[in-house]
């Protein structure tokens, strides 16, 4: 179904093309505006399309910059998009081809070409990189889309079939690889991770018992035996993993027993008895002895008792736990943990609870201290019929949340919180000397209250800085600042200082919210849009430009010292009215010396007008000078009333 787009189409496409509608050059756009000005440097033609490759209409795009939410592209014309994916991860494809073909011609291959779909199949399935080699041309195919074992053993044999020699490269999404590791005792997957500007392309070796460690490209290199990784090395018998030996598939040997002689076939005689020896794994050769200790994967049955054991400790100490630090607790990868993964584990001790006790899994924290986002689900199964809409989930979730901590109480705890909150009670001493070990209350130390209530301080600040880091560009000023105020509260109920890493995290926030706080408002950008547009539509009858130091002295002092962002909100305020046919009054305001302003070819794109190349953007602003000198006519009509702003 294809998806509509306007005029001011905000979809967040983060990635692109450059060069035109069916190049393979992908470019990926930082959201963080910090960044958007090094990325326009890298790309001064702002030539930026969404490119059939990227299963896009082709038509041009233009980078936005925002600082209250993420940069994105969007496109210019309006027009009809089928468009599907345009996260970050949208042109991966494009990158892991263009990345592998600088590689092997790095290494002096020949005849080197990359195919990002073959006919009959659909983009983003899988990605084709042929060279030539000595022997004959050979193929590396990188597997992105998910397929089952018969289309990938048949998809084998035809490349087998027509090429000298074919590898199978296994994207993040792929699981065949577990295929590819059964055959040939290790698996080479593929992914891609922003850094800076870019999507840079990684290498990592999946084989049992070991986690998967990503490198570079640049740090593998291509033999004839195929794509040879830090983690593999190079033998005779071709590429292992490296401090392991590979042996060949075990084969079960039956001695055959003889013919049997025609004279006994005719008597029915029975032959004699032969023994067939069975050659196993340790007659025939000594078994593989692993170089590095094999750590055995946990069952789903361990890690639902590790979950169960850590929601009840967190209930106790009546805190609240992430799902990183869940998942951290009972030894397996987050990354693994689908949201039907995660309900496919808690179901199991949920079920099991009495009636009246609470819901464990309400202690798993979401965004912020939202539920979990597989709780919904987890709850349906468990028939819960209660909770219909989000409303009801964190209201469910409060009371759950409160019925745990109150269930589950840990002694220590609780004798803290007396002493710490009630006047010391008249100590009773025993009748009997044989009644006091056991009437007597334990000491509390105070490596136990820093357990208790450290640990759900920690957690709650972790959990509040990741949501910042997320979701913190698009929340207004007010959201932002009640979320520091939430985290210095959770910040003074330690008891240990945060770690440098977690107060450089706090540091940088606070820093962000205080440079929002004094810049100016969006009413206050409107209210200096109001009176520049009057100032420079006089200036317009003589085409004379005016430099922002002028514009302050005539209009108000702050104007020079704005902020170069907010700077074009002004004047993209100013030519929001203007016609699409006419000039910008933004033409008008110049740097020193009658020179185009820097701003100048930032408030063109954000207009959606046409941006000049860097060496032709002083001829082209001079010529929109020249035309306000020719146009007497009115450009726009004022309807709202000038209004001084008021900081």
Same mark, same amino acid.
């Given at each position: 179904?294809?998806?509509?787009?306007? /005029?001011?189409?905000?979809?967040?496409? *983060?990635?692109?093309? =450059? @060069?035109?509608?069916?190049?393979?050059? +992908?470019?990926? $756009?930082?959201?963080?505006?910090?960044?958007?000005?090094?990325?326009?440097?890298?790309?001064?033609?702002?030539?930026?399309?969404?490119?059939?490759?990227?299963?896009?209409?082709?038509?041009?795009?233009?980078?936005?910059?925002?600082?209250?939410?993420?940069?994105?592209?969007?496109?210019?014309?309006?027009?009809?998009?089928?468009?599907?994916?345009?996260?970050?991860?949208?042109?991966?494809?494009?990158?892991?081809?263009?990345?592998?073909?600088?590689?092997?011609?790095?290494?002096?291959?020949?005849?080197?070409?990359?195919?990002?779909?073959?006919?009959?199949?659909?983009?983003?399935?899988?990605?084709?990189?042929?060279?030539?080699?000595?022997?004959?041309?050979?193929?590396?195919?990188?597997?992105?889309?998910?397929?089952?074992?018969?289309?990938? /053993?048949?998809?084998?044999?035809?490349? *087998?079939?027509?090429? =000298? @020699?074919?590898?199978?490269?296994?994207? +993040?999404?792929? $699981?065949?690889?577990?295929?590819?590791?059964?055959?040939?005792?290790?698996?080479?997957?593929?992914?891609?991770?922003?850094?800076?500007?870019?999507?840079?392309?990684?290498?990592?070796?999946?084989?049992?018992?070991?986690?998967?460690?990503?490198?570079?490209?640049?740090?593998?290199?291509?033999?004839?035996?195929?794509?040879?990784?830090?983690?593999?090395?190079?033998?005779?018998?071709?590429?292992?993993?490296?401090?392991?030996?590979?042996?060949?598939?075990?084969?079960?040997?039956?001695?055959?027993?003889?013919?049997?002689?025609?004279?006994?076939?005719?008597?029915?005689?029975?032959?004699?008895?032969?023994?067939?020896?069975?050659?196993?794994?340790?007659?025939?050769?000594?078994?593989?002895?692993?170089?590095?200790?094999?750590?055995?994967?946990?069952?789903?049955?361990?890690?639902?008792?590790?979950?169960?054991? =850590?929601?009840?400790?967190?209930?106790?100490?009546?805190?609240?736990?992430?799902?990183?630090?869940?998942?951290?607790?009972?030894?397996?990868?987050?990354?693994?943990?689908?949201?039907?993964?995660?309900?496919?584990?808690?179901?199991?001790?949920?079920?099991?609870?009495?009636?009246?006790?609470?819901?464990?899994?309400?202690?798993?924290?979401?965004?912020?201290?939202?539920?979990?986002?597989?709780?919904?689900?987890?709850?349906?199964?468990?028939?819960?019929?209660?909770?219909?809409?989000?409303?009801?989930?964190?209201?469910?979730?409060?009371?759950?949340?409160?019925?745990?901590?109150?269930?589950?109480?840990?002694?220590?705890?609780?004798?803290?919180?007396?002493?710490?909150?009630?006047?010391?009670?008249?100590?009773?001493?025993?009748?009997?000397?044989?009644?006091?070990?056991?009437?007597?209350?334990?000491?509390?130390?105070?490596?136990?209250?820093?357990?208790?209530?450290?640990?759900?301080?920690?957690?709650?600040?972790?959990?509040?800085?990741?949501?910042?880091?997320?979701?913190?560009?698009?929340?207004?000023?007010?959201?932002?600042?009640?979320?520091?105020?939430?985290?210095?509260?959770?910040?003074?109920?330690?008891?240990?200082?945060?770690?440098?890493?977690?107060?450089?995290?706090?540091?940088?926030?606070?820093?962000?919210?205080?440079?929002?706080?004094?810049?100016?408002?969006?009413?206050?950008?409107?209210?200096?849009?109001?009176?520049?547009?009057?100032?420079?539509?006089?200036?317009?009858?003589?085409?004379?430009?005016?430099?922002?130091?002028?514009?302050?002295?005539?209009?108000?002092?702050?104007?020079?010292?704005?902020?170069?962002?907010?700077?074009?909100?002004?004047?993209?305020?100013?030519?929001?009215?203007?016609?699409?046919?006419?000039?910008?009054?933004?033409?008008?305001?110049?740097?020193?010396?009658?020179?185009?302003?820097?701003?100048?070819?930032?408030?063109?794109?954000?207009?959606?007008?046409?941006?000049?190349?860097?060496?032709?953007?002083?001829?082209?602003?001079?010529?929109?000078?020249?035309?306000?000198?020719?146009?007497?006519?009115?450009?726009?009509?004022?309807?709202?009333?000038?209004?001084?702003?008021?900081?």
């Amino acid at each position: 179904m294809s998806i509509p787009v306007d /005029e001011e189409d905000t979809r967040k496409v *983060q990635t692109a093309v =450059a @060069g035109g509608p069916g190049a393979d050059r +992908p470019v990926y $756009l930082p959201m963080d505006a910090v960044e958007f000005d090094r990325f326009i440097g890298l790309h001064p033609s702002r030539d930026f399309y969404c490119g059939s490759l990227l299963g896009g209409c082709g038509k041009k795009l233009s980078a936005r910059k925002y600082r209250d939410k993420k940069c994105h592209f969007a496109h210019v014309a309006s027009g009809h998009c089928r468009r599907t994916s345009t996260n970050e991860a949208s042109a991966d494809h494009l990158y892991i081809g263009q990345a592998f073909v600088a590689w092997l011609k790095e290494q002096k291959y020949k005849s080197v070409q990359v195919h990002y779909k073959r006919k009959g199949q659909s983009l983003r399935e899988f990605v084709d990189v042929s060279y030539g080699r000595g022997h004959g041309p050979h193929l590396m195919r990188v597997q992105l889309a998910r397929r089952s074992k018969s289309e990938w /053993e048949q998809a084998d044999a035809h490349l *087998q079939g027509q090429w =000298a @020699g074919s590898e199978w490269l296994f994207g +993040p999404d792929s $699981l065949l690889a577990n295929w590819q590791v059964d055959r040939q005792g290790y698996a080479v997957r593929i992914q891609c991770r922003s850094l800076g500007l870019t999507r840079v392309v990684e290498v990592g070796v999946q084989y049992p018992g070991a986690p998967i460690e990503w490198v570079p490209l640049s740090k593998c290199r291509m033999t004839t035996h195929g794509l040879l990784a830090p983690a593999l090395e190079l033998t005779s018998k071709g590429l292992v993993p490296r401090g392991q030996q590979v042996l060949p598939p075990t084969r079960h040997v039956v001695q055959t027993p003889p013919t049997v002689p025609q004279q006994a076939r005719r008597s029915g005689s029975r032959p004699p008895a032969i023994s067939a020896p069975v050659v196993t794994p340790s007659a025939a050769e000594p078994a593989r002895q692993p170089s590095r200790p094999v750590t055995p994967r946990p069952t789903d049955r361990e890690i639902s008792a590790a979950f169960h054991k =850590a929601l009840r400790e967190t209930a106790r100490s009546r805190g609240l736990v992430s799902m990183q630090s869940l998942a951290e607790r009972a030894k397996v990868p987050l990354a693994s943990l689908t949201p039907a993964r995660w309900t496919e584990l808690l179901r199991p001790f949920e079920l099991q609870r009495k009636k009246g006790d609470p819901v464990l899994s309400a202690l798993i924290l979401g965004e912020g201290e939202d539920p979990a986002p597989f709780l919904g689900e987890l709850l349906r199964q468990l028939n819960w019929t209660s909770v219909r809409n989000e409303q009801d989930l964190k209201e469910f979730c409060r009371r759950h949340r409160a019925l745990a901590h109150s269930t589950y109480v840990d002694p220590s705890v609780s004798a803290v919180r007396t002493v710490a909150s009630e006047p010391a009670p008249k100590r009773e001493f025993p009748k009997s000397s044989y009644e006091a070990p056991n009437q007597l209350p334990g000491p509390v130390s105070l490596e136990q209250l820093q357990t208790s209530d450290g640990r759900r301080a920690t957690e709650r600040l972790v959990a509040a800085l990741d949501y910042l880091d997320r979701m913190g560009d698009e929340l207004h000023l007010d959201q932002l600042q009640t979320f520091l105020r939430r985290i210095a509260a959770f910040e003074e109920a330690m008891w240990l200082c945060p770690t440098p890493e977690v107060q450089r995290r706090i540091t940088a926030w606070r820093s962000h919210s205080a440079e929002l706080a004094a810049r100016p408002t969006f009413r206050e950008i409107c209210a200096y849009a109001d009176v520049v547009r009057l100032a420079l539509s006089t200036a317009a009858r003589i085409a004379r430009p005016l430099t922002w130091m002028d514009l302050g002295a005539r209009l108000d002092p702050r104007l020079p010292a704005l902020h170069p962002d907010d700077k074009v909100s002004v004047l993209v305020e100013v030519d929001r009215p203007t016609c699409s046919d006419r000039p910008l009054l933004s033409a008008l305001v110049a740097a020193p010396g009658n020179r185009v302003h820097p701003l100048y070819a930032q408030a063109l794109d954000h207009l959606d007008r046409p941006v000049p190349p860097p060496h032709e953007a002083q001829v082209a602003w001079e010529q929109d000078v020249r035309r306000h000198r020719r146009s007497g006519e009115p450009q726009f009509t004022i309807t709202a009333r000038v209004a001084w702003p008021h900081v």
